[in-house]
């Protein structure tokens, strides 16, 4: 079964924008259980959005901690920060991902990244198809405002190049192994950017 429809999480990319994210809460597929490193420790893979698309976005997204006496979560942007980037990099159309205009984009990067040339083109194809699904992949919004599709495909994006890391950039340890047994299961690449209960942003 698809790990990302599945997930319905990725559904998520993980039940409701924060699960998807990497929310510890409601975590059905154990993927905070035992994560002993970070799929950055694990995998060198570039950044595929410009570095300035992705601090913009996130300062007019930002990580609302909710207040002290309230019994209320903080709201996660995540959805919305993939969202403004994707359109940043000019690969949204109809609110839809634009593949042809998000491999313009990345090509910088690939260029500067041979290793990953083929493995970004693949996940890219692959990662579209899926995120341009209907219902199972896309029932989970984290707003009324911010649509899930493009946090499920840059998750998609960098989970698929994780499981396909090349090996000069592979760490080979167990905990490694392991994470790449949480994502073909269902976790989601940003979720895995934590360890030792240490929240780390989806970007």
Not at 48 to 64: G, T
Not at 92 to 121: H, S
Request: positive net charge; proline residues 6%.
């Amino acid at each position: 079964m698809d790990r990302f429809i599945s997930l319905v999480g990725v559904a998520l990319l993980v039940v409701t924008v924060e699960q998807t994210m990497g929310h510890p809460r409601n975590d059905p597929l154990g993927c905070h259980n035992g994560t002993k490193a970070t799929v950055d420790e694990c995998c060198s893979i570039p950044v595929l959005a410009d570095k300035a698309i992705i601090e913009k976005c996130k300062s007019e997204h930002p990580f609302k901690v909710p207040k002290k006496d309230s019994d209320k979560h903080g709201h996660h942007p995540g959805s919305c920060i993939a969202e403004c980037v994707m359109k940043g990099m000019s690969a949204l159309k109809d609110g839809e991902i634009d593949t042809a205009a998000f491999k313009k984009a990345v090509a910088p990067v690939v260029k500067a990244n041979p290793a990953y040339a083929k493995l970004i083109d693949d996940a890219i194809k692959t990662c579209a198809e899926r995120a341009n699904m209907d219902t199972g992949f896309t029932m989970t919004r984290n707003s009324k405002d911010c649509k899930p599709e493009p946090k499920h495909f840059i998750n998609c994006v960098y989970g698929t190049l994780f499981e396909q890391c090349p090996t000069n950039f592979w760490t080979q340890k167990d905990e490694c192994t392991a994470l790449k047994d949480k994502i073909k299961k269902g976790c989601p690449y940003f979720a895995l950017r934590k360890r030792h209960g240490r929240q780390m942003r989806p970007t």
